[in-house]
């Protein structure tokens, strides 16, 4: 290896060494300033404390985790399944099925997504309090379980599946929602865990919506409440850490469970 | 075994119409082969016999039970598909079994079948295994042998050899024909592969934009087409073709610098100087007779037992093909006689129609 080449390696990897050390840094400090005390994160401490447990007793005072866990839980888990489940029917029927209409009834939902949610934001929160669903598990699901984007991935993802499989199965004696069940989906393991993975994450980290729909305490989701600790009048950093670790873990959880097929489907494998 | 009735079948797409009024005849027990070259309406026409594709118009009967609305699962047929469609979430035993398990059979009956039809294919090793784990040959005895434990009364095979290699095409090739003698099952096979065609058919289909151009057994389309398509599509080289016209009783090539041979017996002797088209099999040529073109050989291909030869007439720009048994001294740049009996000549008229 020539000197200049080996200088541009080593660059190369001090630029990627330094990319994933800014990336790394919030959680660490996350983590750190969850074993601190608010005193302590103020000033700057970067290493690991004995405040866990008392910030913990602070969060548990403060909040009742148990019912926000559990809001999040429902939400996140009847989001997933149904925006997976109805956007992945959606997405294979707009591929597999013949008609006329289907690419400018497609073309319509595409130009859909370039409308910002401000811009639905209040009509959707009229639409809901006048449906009399403010406040409700169904405010937060309904408008997002059939979600454009994920219609659209698993459209792309169609495209792949090959279709003498599903005239192998109509051969077969299968219906059409049998070929979709006991066919397509374990065919399609790997777009649907991509699809889960961002699904999931996006109705766990929810924010604007349940921020606008739900009123109640008793409603609230673990982002509301985490926002509602940093935006106290003295916010304590070491307890909102805690919270913050406790939001974060179920993403990472469903993301490692996923990794390997989650990075297939996103680079389309039909497996 | 079923037999199998087309009458007048069509299908269109829109304003596009890709069958158009194809009327056949598939007794019990034949093994009838749709060949045409891409886009002739052959695969549409088969999955309109497996109920996978509508019936526009006419009537679709097998065995005495008209079909035209009877749900692809319930015609009593099973496919055997080019990319082999195996669920390949599921083993080869799952794969086999699926649509009896499907159709309610009980599993012990189920396993007897599939276990018969993987010891007639040589699967049984292979069981457990799924589609991924297997070798293109496997995976297509496993389609096959999918297709076996239905015990259907048509198989139909779309192009099922076209993904495998060389050798392997010609070893399945022959392990379908062997299938066909041990069940005696009513055959629809699709190909674009006339030399498939013509050695696993009773009966070769010749199809051409949605019509039937003829259909008979290979050697009769072989030796006596009634057109020029099926003249150019049946036989491996295809058949060659000169432009000519009749003077008298001799034809004239004028891309052989007005060469004359003499003309074939035919009942219609077409008008003096009306166009014709001279059809030559590569394999009459070299075999003797009392007639000759004068060539000049551009390519030599010794395969052995026998040589292609690509002639060129003094002037023309094609080549002419002929297949030499030996041949082992030809070289490029020869002179070369090809010799050929007088009624080997194939004639076709302006229409495309052959002259007899």
């Known amino acids: 290896m020539s000197p200049v080449s080996r200088i541009l390696r ?74 997976v489940a109805l956007s992945s029917a959606a997405g294979y029927g707009f591929e597999i099925f013949r008609s006329r209409f289907k690419d400018h009834l497609f073309s319509l939902l595409l130009l859909m997504l370039s409308i910002p949610f401000g811009a639905m934001m209040i009509p959707l929160f009229v639409m809901f309090a006048k449906a009399g669903l403010l406040n409700s598990f169904a405010a937060i699901l309904l408008p997002g379980i059939a979600s454009i984007f994920i219609v659209f991935y698993f459209r792309q993802a169609t495209k792949a599946f090959p279709h003498e499989l599903r005239d192998a199965a109509r051969i077969d004696g299968l219906n059409e929602l049998q070929i979709f069940l006991r066919i397509y989906l374990p065919v399609m393991r790997s777009t649907y865990a991509a699809a889960t993975v961002i699904v999931f994450m996006a109705n766990w980290n929810a924010y604007l919506w349940p921020l606008i729909v739900l009123q109640t305490n008793d409603m609230k989701t673990i982002t509301l409440v985490v926002s509602s600790l940093v935006s106290a009048y003295n916010p304590n950093y070491g307890v909102v850490s805690v919270a913050a670790v406790i939001a974060t873990l179920p993403t990472c959880l469903v993301f490692f469970i996923l990794q390997r097929s989650f990075v297939e489907g996103l680079t389309g494998g039909v497996k | 075994m079923t037999s199998l009735t087309l009458r007048n079948l069509s299908k269109s797409f829109g304003a596009v119409d890709v069958v158009k009024g194809v009327d056949l005849d598939v007794v019990e027990g034949e093994f009838v082969v749709f060949v045409g070259p891409s886009g002739c309406g052959k695969s549409t026409l088969l999955r309109m016999i497996a109920g996978l594709e509508g019936i526009s118009g006419g009537e679709l009967r097998i065995g005495d039970t008209r079909m035209n609305e009877v749900d692809a699962s319930k015609r009593g047929i099973a496919m055997v598909f080019q990319s082999y469609a195996l669920y390949p979430h599921l083993s080869v035993r799952e794969n086999m079994g699926f649509a009896l398990r499907y ?92 030399v498939e065609a013509m050695t696993l058919a009773d009966k070769i289909v010749v199809l051409r934009d949605g019509r039937i151009e003829q259909s008979g057994s290979p050697l009769k389309l072989f030796d006596d087409p009634d057109n020029l398509f099926v003249a150019g599509f049946i036989g491996s080289p295809k058949m060659n073709f000169l432009a000519g016209h009749r003077q008298g009783n001799r034809l004239v090539i004028p891309e052989c610098g007005g060469h004359q041979i003499a003309m074939p017996d035919v009942k219609n002797l077409p008008a003096e ?75 076709f008229g302006r229409d495309g129609l052959r002259l007899r």
């Open chain 1, 10 to 83: 080593s660059a190369t990897y001090l630029g990627l060494g330094l990319a994933a050390l800014i990336s790394v840094f919030p959680f660490y400090w996350m983590l750190v300033s969850m074993t601190n005390s608010a005193v302590e994160v103020a000033n700057g401490k970067l290493t690991f404390g004995d405040q866990l447990i008392a910030n913990f007793q602070s969060l548990l005072t403060e909040v009742d985790m148990v019912r926000v866990l559990f809001n999040s839980t429902v939400i996140t888990l009847f989001g997933t399944i149904l925006t």
């Open chain 2, 103 to 194: 159709a309610g059979m009980p599993a012990g009956q189920i396993a007897k079948r599939v276990a018969d039809a993987a010891a007639t294919l040589e699967l049984t090793k292979l069981m457990d295994r799924k589609p991924k784990e297997l070798s293109g040959g496997q995976r297509q005895r496993v389609a096959i042998g999918r297709a076996i434990v239905r015990e259907p009364g048509v198989f139909l095979f779309d192009e099922p050899l076209s993904n495998l290699d060389a050798e392997l095409r010609v070893h399945m090739r022959v392990e379908i024909a062997k299938l066909h003698k041990a069940l005696g099952a009513t055959i629809i096979y699709v190909t674009h592969d006339q």
């Open chain 2, 273 to 347: 100087g009306e166009p014709l088209t001279i059809g030559l099999r590569p394999q009459v040529i070299g075999r003797g007779g009392g007639e000759m073109l004068p060539l000049t050989i551009e390519i030599v291909e010794h395969l052995g037992t026998e040589t292609l030869v690509h002639a060129r007439p003094a002037e023309s720009a094609r080549n002419l093909i002929a297949s030499i048994e030996g041949g082992r001294d030809l070289r490029t740049g020869q002179t070369f006689e090809a010799h050929f009996a007088a009624d080997s000549i194939f004639l």
